[in-house]
């Protein structure tokens, strides 16, 4: 695994590069000034990195993102993570369920 700060803009461009390739993102966490928790899997094995971009806090003003690269596949707890998020993002928005804890 490598780790390196990227900003906003090269988080866009790493998106669409990756889409265009043949990858997967997927919302983990939402986010509060950026992305959130993004998690970029080659779901298609097509020989892709996979990737784990993280907001990360600076201030009440700012935050900064993260990417951590990983050639052997995505750690499980990320992968936890996005089931988490995508159950709960089930139970608001598409079985309307308030409060679900």
Wanted: with cysteine; glycine share 6%; net charge negative.
């Amino acid at each position: 695994m490598t780790t390196k700060d990227i900003d906003l803009d090269q988080v866009y461009t790493l998106i669409d590069k990756y889409l265009n390739a043949g990858g997967e993102v997927e919302t983990a966490q939402d986010g509060c000034l950026g992305v959130g928790t993004l998690i970029l899997q080659d779901i298609q094995d097509m020989k892709l990195k996979e990737f784990v971009i993280e907001e990360y806090y600076v201030n009440e003003w700012t935050s900064h993102h993260r990417l951590k690269t990983y050639t052997k596949g995505i750690p499980k707890k990320y992968i936890k993570m996005l089931e988490e998020y995508t159950i709960e993002w089930n139970l608001k928005y598409i079985l309307n369920v308030e409060d679900f804890e």
